[in-house]
């Protein structure tokens, strides 16, 4: 839905705020005053990058930029305005001058909590940098004062520089002591929870991980996520108050535990494919016996409901009048043996582009559960994996916390596939390939939206993901098929080139505000659960890239080489590998796709 723009009001606004100010004796401080008058604004013309500022989606630029090396750019999408605040000390009851310089359509300046009015500002159009202006004074109490910019919801990027707030400081005391007491609490193969003392004068805290400052909170413990199993890590806190940042903290150290569900069974780096097993389509069929051993883990496509919201999956090889060279069920059976008897992964996929899956009560929960159980233990597969697609997963309009989903084929999904998980035991492979619109979109938007009219799919994967990351074997996105996506450098990335591969991945294994709330956070996922998802040919679907290309990509997320214009916000060398659609069209390609991985990871 689209938001009405503000009423045009401000230059009325702005003739009454000039008429004020010439009244004598509220023209301006006295000298006295302005000499103890100061630029209260941390890193006002973002030359320290967002230092002391919190944004929701912002980032800093080299150009355009009004003075120094640096600017700020900002761009709204879906609910978020892009909006970067921060907030300041100042005095009670007195009088100061908010500035900044901005470029863009609607770009606003403005202040809050001022205690007494509450003031903003903005440009309705500014190709060049324009400067805007406003006042305050500070109420009887006030000693703390919020200042932001933002944009307006879908008019694009807005830049803004040299931010400053003038008037007298505020008094900022000293920085607190160091916290004490820092000690672990549970450790898992994923996470490890910090507990530590409170520390008098602190309004917040903020953590450390190998040196790194990964995050801050205001109480005394935090559970730190996204962390590779069986590794060490080392952390520190410090405390923060007005005046500034503590010494950091003595030393902590863990080992996370072995990963989830013990050893997965695959590959330092894993090949994925899709083997057509029901249907042989352009591409021709592949018997499994033919499958080459660079296949890791080979996903049967497909099984499919016997109608959308039954939750009965049935798995129909493919009939002699399509695939005239199929084999036999005792040979297909005997050839998924031999895969195993070498190391290999062999799982029954749901869904697919016709298999709709809805499992929208409680009893489709449990048919899903007993028919996939069936397939699972006539061929003797070693797990399961989700391909739902089209209108499998939505979200209903209350439901907007993906921590604590509340629609039906969510929740029973979840519940279905931990009951799986819990019957089978540790042994369990369990894969996901989404597409990016269930996933990555959800940077920008989630299910309807704060206002609704948002599609009700948006980001609905994301729960499911999230409740399952430590019973998740691999997420590989379906990196094809894709419209442009909005990566964390606030730019929209298209299908063609290494770029998009690269900040897709990015996303998964940095994680991302949902909605562009910066209070709800999609964790990383490790490297090791994450596989790119690619089509094996130009037959196999839009997207498509060159071995040129693949290489490009696994360079810059595992070396951190060939990274072009996007910037990574990490180096993975544990990126567990690639997905393809599928072993049939790499087989009719020549194997093109498998080659450049074996070529690749030795």
């Not at 069929?285 to 919201?309: C, H, K, N, Q």
């Not at 290999?344 to 929208?360: A, E, H, W």
Request: proline letters at 6%.
């Amino acid at each position: 839905m689209e938001r009405s723009r503000p009423l045009a009001r401000r230059p009325l606004l702005a003739l009454l705020t000039a008429t004020a100010l010439a009244v004598p004796g509220m023209t301006a401080l006295s000298s006295a005053a302005r000499a103890a008058d100061a630029d209260l604004v941390r890193n006002g013309g973002f030359e320290s990058g967002l230092d002391g500022w919190t944004c929701t989606a912002g980032t800093t630029v080299t150009s355009p930029v009004r003075s120094g090396t640096a600017a700020l750019k900002a761009t709204p999408a879906g609910a978020d305005n892009a909006r970067c605040a921060q907030t300041v000390t100042v005095r009670p009851d007195s009088q100061y001058t908010l500035s900044g310089h901005v470029r863009g359509t609607y770009v606003y300046l403005g202040a809050s909590g001022t205690g007494t009015t509450d003031v903003s500002t903005w440009a309705q159009s500014a190709p060049d940098w324009q400067q805007l202006t406003t006042t305050f004074r500070t109420g009887p109490n006030t000693t703390k004062v919020t200042v932001y910019t933002h944009g307006w919801y879908g008019t694009g990027a807005y830049h803004a520089d040299d931010i400053s707030l003038t008037g007298p400081g505020g008094e900022t005391g000293q920085p607190p002591a160091a916290p004490e007491g820092l000690r672990t609490g549970t450790v898992t193969s994923s996470s490890v929870a910090l507990s530590w003392s409170p520390v008098p004068g602190a309004t917040g805290y903020a953590v450390y991980r190998d040196g790194t400052r990964i995050r801050t909170v205001t109480g005394t413990s935090t559970t730190v996520t996204g962390l590779t199993p069986s590794t060490a890590y080392a952390f520190q806190v410090t405390a923060v108050n007005d005046a500034g940042e503590s010494a950091r903290s003595a030393t902590v150290t863990a080992t996370t535990a072995e990963g989830p569900g013990g050893d997965p069974g695959l590959p330092a780096h894993a090949l994925v494919g899709y083997l057509h097993a029901s249907f042989a389509n352009g591409s021709g069929y592949t018997r499994m016996a033919d499958v080459p051993d660079s296949w890791d883990v080979i996903d049967l496509a497909f099984g499919e409901p016997t109608s959308v919201t039954s939750g009965d999956i049935r798995f129909e090889r493919c009939p002699v009048s399509e695939c005239p060279n199929v084999e036999s069920d005792a040979e297909f059976k005997a050839a998924i043996k031999a895969k195993q008897a070498a190391g290999k992964k062999v799982l029954i996929s749901i869904g697919g582009q016709n298999g709709q899956v809805q499992l929208t009560t409680a009893a489709a929960r449990d048919t899903f559960v007993s028919s996939v159980s069936k397939i699972i233990d006539e061929y003797g597969l070693d797990g399961l994996d989700i391909d739902f697609e089209g209108h499998s997963l939505s979200l209903n309009a209350d439901d907007t916390d993906f921590k604590n989903p509340k629609t039906p084929v969510i929740v029973n999904l979840i519940s279905a596939l931990k009951t799986l998980k819990a019957k089978y035991g540790d042994d369990f492979v369990l894969t996901m390939a989404p597409e990016t619109f269930f996933v990555q979109l959800g940077y920008q938007y989630y299910g309807t939206g704060k206002w609704g009219g948002q599609d009700p799919r948006a980001g609905a994967y994301l729960p499911v993901i999230h409740a399952l990351r430590d019973d998740l074997t691999l997420l590989h996105v379906q990196d094809y098929n894709s419209g442009p996506i909005m990566g964390l450098d606030n730019q929209y990335h298209s299908m063609g080139g290494a770029d998009f591969h690269i900040a897709m991945t990015d996303m998964l294994l940095t994680g991302f505000p949902v909605a562009g709330d910066a209070n709800n956070v999609f964790p990383p996922l490790r490297p090791d659960q994450v596989a790119i998802g690619m089509p094996a040919s130009t037959n196999a679907g839009n997207g498509h890239v060159s071995p040129a290309e693949v290489t490009k990509t696994l360079n810059c997320l595992t070396k951190k080489t060939d990274c072009g214009s996007y910037a990574t916000h990490g180096t993975w060398p544990a990126l567990r590998g690639l997905m393809t659609w599928s072993i049939n069209w790499d087989r009719y390609g020549g194997w093109e796709f498998q080659r450049n991985f074996d070529a690749y990871f030795g």
